[in-house]
Nanobody, 125 residues
């Protein structure tokens, strides 16, 4: 089992930045691909980004590419999501997730085994 706890959400103006953190405990963190998803009110949970266990490969949704950066520190059992140039449409609950290594191009929710409780990000216009 892996336990995931997100932090760093909040209220920010459009154009601003936030950094989300996800602390993991349980099974060895460095075995997992780590991802971020988000869910806006009335919408499905959608993929944002993920990073392989070595940290060497990342993959982003088109909607955040060039604005968001995912990274990880295996020594701290933590994955981060740096969000810059935030837009009102980025408003959502952001979830951290973990899975066994798989295809980089598989961004489906069902491919992820473990989930955090989520942290709210609100971007005002």
């Amino acid at each position: 089992q892996v336990q995931l706890v997100e932090s760093g959400g909040g209220l920010v103006q459009a154009g601003g930045s936030l950094r989300l953190s996800c602390a993991a405990s349980g099974r060895p963190f460095n075995m997992y691909t780590m991802g971020w998803f988000r869910q806006a009110p009335g919408k499905e949970r959608e993929f944002v980004a993920h990073i392989t266990w070595t940290g060497g490969t990342t993959y982003y949704a088109d909607s955040v590419k060039g604005r968001f950066t995912i990274s990880r520190d295996n020594a701290k059992n933590t994955v981060y999501l740096q969000m810059n140039s935030l837009k009102p449409e980025d408003t959502a609950v952001y979830y951290c997730a973990a899975r066994d290594p798989g295809s980089l191009y598989d961004t489906s929710r069902r491919s992820y085994d473990y989930w955090g409780q989520g942290t709210q990000v609100t971007v005002s216009s």
